[in-house]
């Protein structure tokens, strides 16, 4: 990066992380024994503590019989040193996040406070950091250095006052050494003698270490730390000249679309729930479709499921009708599937192991077959590989039919998938996709090829509104002769809450 990069992410960083007064810790362990320190782990026997002298110790848990907090600036310490005790229980953290395209550290140090949106880091310069839990998108456990140094210039003496309960007790001076130092006072903020209000503080501490730890053991998993997130919108799309989203029954106009994402936070469970009308690039067309969708992903695994509520509310007038289509015209919709897969890294495998796809055919008179209508439901089976990045996404899928007659009488019902999608979300407020879909279908002697490419963009107007939209084009051809050339478009606003 160059010099005015780094300005501009100094800045960045001062809004997406805070400096905080630093909480030190009185930690009584006797009427008038105490270390003062930073608290950096905790587990079920031990506190391990960085004391105010530079020492990195343990100190057994139910030893602690007070606990006294004291706000400071910063730690009044230069040097760190790891005793024998704490080397394999303490690690530092390196966090990195997407700034400009690029993932880069930002931090490191200790994780020392918690809370649900923030974690607060004592960073190598002694300082107390509040980073956003949504701008780690890397972070990495490293062993503390036996030795390291702060680049603190301590230059006052602290005196820390005791607790009015435990006001009768010697006092020591911390910090310079100097004897022209100046001295300050140090008031505790709050003291807690409870023994069980202190192994809730200390057990809550332990179960944020832990978080931390699935962080670095589950990142392996997820691509970006953030697959789906807490946006919730709602809109409707405006669609033109429809082949397979919609049919004499089924409306894909007008007809609103509610999109709920969730997430427990950087690689944690994560959903979405899409209900209206809308594209979807797992359908075996590019068009907006009436749908029940839920997708979901939890480490390594993830799974879909998606339903046409039209197939329930109109029943039997979900299947295609004759004058859906034209002479020589084969169309394919999708009514129901279930998907599940597996992630590692920047890549996945999926699996539909059902999908029940709705046919129509109206062949033209020329056609081999019967002239007439005809129609039916047929299952169909899908895999995919997908990579995904901070920058982009690309996937592609391959789908078969399942059925295979089993007498010479029955009539066979083809159909082969091939679906490339790919989508460029590195731009802060555009996101571009383009898909590439071929059908190759037929009934009985009929068969017919399908080509379409379409392109779509969703730019954020600002953070209440987005506008959507996506154009087509479709090359179908039959065995009866028949060809055509369509153009689709649809328009969509959305309101974000």
Known sequence: M????RIVLVIL???GKTALALDLKGLYTSACTREIGVILNVDPVNIYFLNIKGNLVSIPRYDVVGLASYPINHIPINKVKLSESTKVAIDSYIVRTNYQNEIIPIIEGWPVGFSKDKIAFLDKDGREVAIQRRNIWEIEAVPTEEESTFANDVVFKYDFIHPVSMSKCPRTLEGSTSDLAKKLEVIPQ???SDPVTIKRGLDKFLDEHKKIKMYVRSQKFYPIPEVYTLDVSLGFWATIASRYGASTNRTNNGAPILVEEFSTGPFGYQHIILTGAAPNNMLIHEEPQTQLFYRFKADYFHAAILLDP????????????????ENGDLRIVEQFFLEAGLDFGHFSLSYVPLANVVYGLRPAKTSKLKEGFYSGFEPLSKYGLAYNSHLFKIDAVYGNDMYTPNDALSIDYKLKLYRINAEYI???KYRMGASFIRKESGYDTFTAESTTAAVYLDYEINYKYRVKGFASYERYTSSDSVAGNYLKSGLAMSLVF
Do not use: T
């Open 13 to 15: 960083l001062l809004c």
């Open 426 to 428: 590195g731009l802060k």
């Open 310 to 325: 039209n197939s329930i509310l109109v029943g039997r007038k979900y299947e295609w009708q004759a004058n859906d289509m």
């Open 190 to 192: 709050e003291f807690v």
């Open 2 to 5: 160059n010099c005015f990069s």
